[in-house]
């Protein structure tokens, strides 16, 4: 079957690091993607990663490795207006995205 | 950067009635648009699949009858929630993938209170 497995939340201190982490299994693979979602707003893009190694955006980096099914989101200098859910999703072979449960992250000043 | 919009933002309305949630791509032609459904501290919930010109396909336990999608053009999809009860309230999002297929993007969500 299909799964994707994420802390389900974390807590970190402004101006820290947080690294959160996602493993995936899918029939096929087309990409990891992250997304941020602030409570009662719909997801919002943060990165997309398809070849092994770290992607990195400003404060927010990606990390992929296809071999372990693995993918991390590094968050640097956290803000508070860091504190979301962020949404680990792989795409399959039918470009379907497999959704996780999300990791909500608490930032704390 | 492409943008979906979803109309309207939030809606109330009786239980029994029905209420139509529109999806468009403003600047960019999608020929697959999802529908999804969030019920409150919960993951997303992929409800059906929408493909230009075509029937949706619908995820196992949503009721084809009840939420009713349309997909007419590469712009333009809608969900109609029929015979609305209160246990259907919950944030309907939907996202457009572009004709690369690498990426979807989201809609800012409808909220949907039936009372």
């Known amino acids: 079957g299909q799964n994707i497995d994420q802390p389900t939340e974390m807590t970190a201190t402004e101006g820290a690091i947080v690294q959160i982490n996602c493993t995936y299994q899918t029939s096929g693979f087309n990409g990891l993607f992250w997304y941020q979602q602030h409570a009662g707003e719909a997801p919002t893009f943060l990165s997309y990663n398809v070849l092994d190694g770290l992607e990195e955006k400003g404060r927010f980096s990606s990390f992929l490795s296809r071999s372990k099914g693995y993918s991390y989101l590094l968050l640097k200098e956290l803000q508070m207006k860091d504190s979301a859910s962020y949404l680990c999703a792989a795409m399959d072979s039918n470009y379907q995205l497999i959704w996780g449960a999300g990791t909500k992250l608490i930032i704390k000043p | ?115």
């Open chain 2, 1 to 115: 950067g492409a943008v979906v919009s979803q109309h309207p933002s939030w809606v109330i309305c009786k239980s029994g009635t029905s209420v139509k949630i529109e999806c468009r791509s403003l600047d960019f032609q999608a020929t697959t648009m999802f529908w999804y459904r969030q019920f409150p501290k919960q993951s997303l919930m992929l409800m059906a699949t929408s493909n230009e010109g075509s029937k949706a396909t619908y995820e196992q336990g949503v009721e084809k009858d009840k939420f009713l999608i349309n997909h007419a053009s590469l712009t333009l999809s809608t969900l109609t929630v029929t015979s609305a009860h209160p246990e259907d309230s919950s944030f309907y999002i939907c996202s457009a993938r572009d004709l690369s297929g690498n990426e979807q993007y989201f809609g800012p969500g409808t909220r949907l209170t039936v009372t």
